[in-house]
């Protein structure tokens, strides 16, 4: 087996970073790793990258095909005689000579174009192919004070919304499973199995199949048009309940049978045993419903009728009508609903990968 040689600076993450199969070089092995990572990191980053900077284009910029991958502006000039400034061409004139050029209007595959530093010359047509717009790099922040000002106090009224939505549920979803989590884990009883198989089982409904019946329910309970009408019916999740369950199979029975002759009562060893152990199960059962929580828009869309209780993901439906969508502000509102996702991530992230590797170890 080939030795790793690692960097001696002594820092794990460094060493990390660098390691290879090879002593003095690198060999294929190592080639394909980086290579597969790099592949990877572009895959999964690359999308992200796209929309933050589309979120600083402007609606023009946005609409240009082929689609630019930094937010151009157009260079402007004001020009005398004009109310508005007129955008800049590098124009190609009939005599082969260049210029630079405003833009007054154009008609068809042609453009009437103006010298901005002397426009008593008067005014120059130029076919549309001879000419190319003149750009810089451009930040279009208005997007999102736009957004802001568009919006005024129904975005804080969205943004507490979804918090509240995603914090409430989240915290009944890891109670309900963690409970269902241990008994299945831990209390030996007739048909403790075929719990399981049934739960696990839910797994293969779609959850468009229960669409209708869940909203039944939800309308016999009065909750239409109510925050809880979105929270109650996803608080206990198949996926959670398996995570957390083969998880706290990895907790050695001898401690709850020490806590029991200590006179431990059975909610006692749950909160004070067993849950501080399966922390990082529970991270992961978190950010899984965090992601799903923030991200829901189908039962949203239904429970929810009012304006007043719309949450982020269906405040951004409302910027596509039926004869314009404003990509503009829909994108800048897209990273600003991803922000609080990736927060979450960074702050539990410590705890996923651990917690995913260890729910398969009994």
């Not at 210029?99 to 042609?110: F, S, Y």
């Not at 239409?224 to 907790?251: C, D, E, H, K, S």
């Not at 991530?345 to 917690?355: D, P």
Request: charged fraction near 15%.
């Amino acid at each position: 087996m080939a030795d790793v040689a690692l960097s001696k600076s002594g820092a794990p993450m460094r060493g990390l970073l660098f390691a290879r199969r090879g002593r003095n070089r690198l060999d294929v092995a190592d080639w394909l790793t980086y290579g597969f990572l790099v592949l990877g990191l572009l895959i999964m980053f690359t999308p992200v990258a796209w929309v933050v900077l589309s979120s600083f284009k402007t609606q023009a910029n946005l609409q240009e095909f082929p689609p630019s991958i930094l937010p151009y502006s157009s260079e402007t000039a004001v020009v005398e005689g004009f109310d508005q400034p007129l955008p800049l061409f590098d124009v190609t004139l009939k005599d082969g000579t260049k210029a630079r050029l405003a833009q007054i209007r154009r008609v068809g595959r042609n453009a009437q174009m103006i010298n901005p530093h002397n426009p008593g010359a008067g005014r120059v047509t130029v076919a549309v192919t001879d000419a190319v717009p003149v750009r810089k790099v451009r930040l279009a922040t208005e997007n999102y004070t736009n957004l802001v000002a568009s919006s005024g106090q129904a975005m804080g009224r969205y943004v507490y919304n979804s918090f509240f939505i995603t914090t409430v549920a989240t915290i009944i979803t890891l109670v309900m499973n963690s409970m269902a989590a241990f008994a299945l884990s831990k209390y030996r009883f007739a048909g403790s199995s075929v719990a399981l198989i049934s739960i696990l089982s839910t797994l293969m409904i779609p959850a468009t199949v229960v669409l209708v019946p869940t909203y039944l329910i939800v309308a016999e309970l009065g909750l239409v048009g109510n925050l809880w009408g979105v929270i109650l019916p996803t608080v206990a999740t198949p996926t959670g309940v398996f995570l957390l369950r083969q998880y706290m199979l990895t907790i050695p029975d001898e401690l709850i049978e020490a806590a029991r002759m200590d006179h431990a009562s059975e909610w006692r060893i749950f909160w004070r045993i067993v849950l501080p152990l399966s922390s990082p199960a529970l991270a992961v059962v978190a950010i899984f419903s965090i992601l799903s929580r923030w991200n829901d828009f189908l039962l949203p869309l239904i429970v929810l009728n009012r304006r007043e209780v719309y949450t982020l993901q269906l405040a951004l439906n409302s910027f596509q009508s039926e004869f314009e969508v404003r990509y503009d502000l829909m994108l800048a509102m897209t990273t600003l609903t991803a922000l609080p996702l990736a927060c979450a991530f960074i702050f539990l992230q410590r705890y996923i990968t651990t917690g995913i590797a260890s729910t398969g170890i009994k």
